[in-house]
């Protein structure tokens, strides 16, 4: 397991932990990751919804509105889950943009933390929105890495 956090200057106490859940399953750690860290901050959590669009590349309509609704629902259910442990998280969900880049570009207060999953997309965009924004950035590695012994 490797995590690592990139924190600048502290932002306000009311901002979010905000993560994008894209389906990937490093999104999904990045999710588990994000529910630890809001609840341990106190701060609420931003959830911003990211698979349809990489749904929409690799399936026809049909197929993209059954994906679309099997990400929802196994999102929920996480969240759930979630707010069963800690009933006092303040969680949303959060449709409309492609990215974490172009939400912290339009809500660049908004969010203290920005937790993403192994292999996140580092692009200039975000590079810039995550300067403008203050926000700390959490990268989240838990899958288990086969180690290669010997030479």
């Not at 999104?27 to 919804?49: K, Y």
Request: charged share 20%.
């Amino acid at each position: 397991m490797t995590d690592t956090l990139t924190a600048p200057a502290p932002a306000p106490a009311a901002a979010a932990v905000l993560v994008e859940a894209d389906g990937r399953a490093a999104s999904n750690d990045a999710l588990h990751a994000a529910i630890e860290e809001a609840v341990g901050r106190g701060a609420p959590l931003r959830v911003l919804t990211t698979w349809g669009a990489r749904h929409r590349e690799m399936y026809d309509a049909t197929a993209v509105a059954e994906r679309d609704r099997l990400s929802a629902a196994q999102l929920e259910r996480r969240l759930a889950r979630a707010l069963k442990r800690s009933p006092a998280l303040d969680v949303q969900t959060v449709d409309g943009y492609s990215s974490a880049a172009d939400y912290l570009t339009a809500h660049p207060e908004s969010a203290q933390m920005l937790v993403v999953g192994a292999g996140h997309p580092d692009t200039p965009g975000l590079q810039a929105a995550l300067a403008s924004s203050g926000c700390a950035v959490f990268t989240c590695d838990r899958r288990d890495r086969p180690v290669t012994l010997g030479g």
